[in-house]
């Protein structure tokens, strides 16, 4: 057991984890995004309804969510602890003149991930916990009763400033995946000259088009196209 | 060409340092950097002051002595050692900041000579093969593919000059930990000590008290021998794969 506990408290470990739980969250904003876009259906809701339901009562789903809650907090927490360890290594006295031989999302993940975790917060408030906690309407399909969430995602994206925000946030995900997806990968152990260009493709691709389709979703409906 | 120098001055390691500006009117464009500093420092010895202390050595870009880090960058603006940059790479009249290594595993000794044994004390716990050499072996009686040998030569280019962690933003030494790594994980003559070396090698990075890599390639930019982000890779399979599967081996730093 101790060389577990050496494995996961070295420098080494952490970023394995880092990279790990990144990898997964990607997996989970791909399949956010899928049921985000049903929003852009034009049937009132029902098919983002339908999802919505199912996604919030399936006993698999609710074990997968609280892995995710769980992945979340420890991306968040290890990040944490590795910028205080690291600051540290860097020492007190810094440069006076800084060259920039890096790219900015590079050197800035633990501010875009701060942004962002303080989204998912907001982000947890106005929805999930309305979606658990919250009294929402009901709306009947078929006879079958379902909260009408897509009413109150309607409800947030007709105020501008919280499109604005929520589109400001997207940016701060489309930076830190910029980094972090070809990051993951570079962590883990997975550089091979065959297999480089197709990972830097994907990363790149999925950081520009993911944050684009998610932030499109509160721009459509604000202006009603 | 006249050129003003910002230099990090610092008695010794523990008394606070600070910047001291002086201004070089005899500077040949031809110079190297070291040797404009070796004018710089006659002046200064004829006038009685404290000359600049810095490292250097063979002056041939080979033994990784030098160590200033020039105008933001280590080893200046290009890409090599301070010893092989010259002064056409500045302009008549610039100011040029030069500063130490920063990180907190390269303390200061005296002005912009570091302290970089951290990098012995990595290599002393697995940077070397242990094998009884016997008598000599027939040339290629070990068949080594040449694109393998080409890229354990690459690794094995490290001077270990510490640009790396210079350049780092969180002064981790891994580009030239996972160097020394692959040099040996690469040949059939390391494979006997590979997990061992690897994760006795690692360790002795934590202690140091070396950042971890955030992959930002900063070190890869700026390493005088072009030592690739890829061994990093490497090293973090060889060392996740020591992990999981090692004979469990007394790891943890030494003294």
């Not at chain 2, 070396?197 to 690692?202: A, F, L, S, T, Y």
Request: aromatic share 12%; with cysteine; glycine share 8%.
């Amino acid at each position: 057991m101790k060389w577990l506990i050496e494995f996961f408290t070295s420098t080494l470990g952490r970023k394995l984890l880092m990279a790990l739980t990144g990898l997964f969250l990607i997996l989970f904003l791909a399949v956010h995004l899928a049921g985000n876009l049903q929003l852009l259906k034009h049937d009132e809701g029902r098919a983002f309804n339908v999802y919505a339901e199912f996604m919030s009562t399936n006993p698999v789903i609710q074990l997968i969510s609280k892995g995710n809650f769980f992945f979340i907090l420890l991306h968040a927490g290890v990040s944490l602890g590795l910028t205080i360890h690291n600051r540290k290594a860097r020492g007190l006295q810094g440069y006076a003149v800084s060259g920039k031989s890096s790219i900015w999302s590079s050197r800035n993940m633990g501010i875009l991930g701060t942004v962002i975790l303080v989204f998912i917060v907001i982000h947890l408030k106005d929805f999930w916990a309305q979606m658990h906690w919250g009294g929402i309407p009901t709306v009947s399909y078929d006879g079958k009763e379902y909260r009408d969430l897509s009413a109150l995602v309607a409800v947030w994206f007709d105020k501008g400033w919280y499109v604005a925000l929520y589109c400001f946030c997207m940016t701060a995900i489309g930076f830190h995946l910029w980094h972090g997806f070809i990051s993951a990968f570079q962590t883990l152990g997975l550089n091979h000259p065959k297999y480089n260009p197709l990972i830097h493709f994907v990363g790149k691709a999925f950081a520009i088009v993911v944050p684009a389709l998610f932030a499109w979703i509160p721009l459509a409906m604000y202006f009603k196209i | 060409m006249k050129i003003t120098l910002k230099v990090w001055r610092q008695k010794s390691k523990d008394t606070k340092g600070e910047f001291k500006t002086y201004q070089h009117d005899h500077v040949s464009s031809d110079m190297s950097f070291l040797e404009m500093m070796d004018v710089l420092n006659t002046e200064l010895i004829k006038k009685g002051e404290d000359p600049i202390h810095f490292d250097h050595d063979c002056r041939e870009g080979i033994c990784g002595m030098c160590s200033m880090y020039i105008n933001g960058q280590p080893h200046g603006p290009l890409q090599t050692t301070t010893c092989q940059l010259h002064m056409r790479s500045f302009k008549d009249g610039e100011t040029i900041t030069v500063e130490p290594w920063r990180a907190q595993a390269f303390p200061v000794i005296r002005d912009l000579v570091v302290d970089r044994t951290a990098f012995d004390r990595i290599q002393q716990v697995g940077g070397y093969i242990s094998v009884n050499t016997g008598g000599v072996p027939d040339a290629n009686s070990i068949p080594i593919a040449k694109k393998i040998a080409d890229e354990a030569f690459d690794a094995a280019a490290c001077i270990g000059c510490g640009a790396c962690v210079a350049a780092c933003k969180n002064a981790s030494a891994m580009l030239f930990v996972s160097a020394k790594v692959s040099q040996f994980a690469l040949l059939p003559q390391g494979h006997a000590e590979r997990k061992e070396r690897v994760e006795k090698m690692v360790n002795q990075m934590d202690a140091e008290g070396f950042g971890s890599c955030t992959n930002t390639s900063a070190c890869e930019a700026e390493c005088p021998k072009g030592i690739s982000v890829a061994n990093i890779a490497r090293m973090n399979r060889e060392y996740f794969s020591a992990m999981i599967s090692s004979y469990e081996v007394k790891v943890g730093g030494g003294e």
